[in-house]
């Protein structure tokens, strides 16, 4: 069993900066690659930004590039997003979301990844 837990979510006023945080605990925990992903009402859970756990490899939505970089922490099993320049349609609940798939490689959708957080809210306001 993992269990993904993230934290620094919060409400923000646009141009603002938040770091999300996602702590992965479990004895199973063995990644290639992690995600994040956001999600608003009425809307489909949509990819981010995703991660390689062993060499770094990132991949970002168009509209998180440039603005959004995603990290990892091997040593504490954490995954972090760092979203700068926020604006109001960054709106979202946003999750974080593991998966141990061979081959390694940076998953862009939903089915691709096991383990799920519950998600933290973004709210930024005009």
């Known amino acids: 069993q993992v269990d993904l837990v993230e934290s620094g979510g919060g409400l923000v006023q646009a141009g603002d900066s938040l770091r999300l945080s996602c702590a992965a605990s479990?004895?199973?925990?063995?990644?290639?690659?992690m995600g994040w992903f956001r999600q608003v009402p009425g809307k489909e859970r949509e990819f981010v930004a995703a991660i390689t756990w062993n060499n770094a490899f990132t991949k970002y939505t168009d509209a998180a590039r440039g603005r959004f970089t995603i990290s990892r922490e091997n040593a504490k099993n954490t995954v972090n997003l760092q979203m700068n320049s926020l604006k109001p349609e960054d709106t979202a609940v946003y999750f974080c979301?593991?998966?141990?798939?061979?081959?390694?490689?940076?998953?862009?959708?939903?089915?691709?990844?096991?383990?799920w957080g519950q998600g933290t809210q973004v709210t930024v306001s005009s």
């Open positions: 479990g004895r199973t925990f063995n990644p290639t690659s």
């Open positions: 979301a593991a998966t141990s798939r061979i081959p390694i490689g940076l998953r862009t959708k939903v089915d691709e990844y096991n383990y």
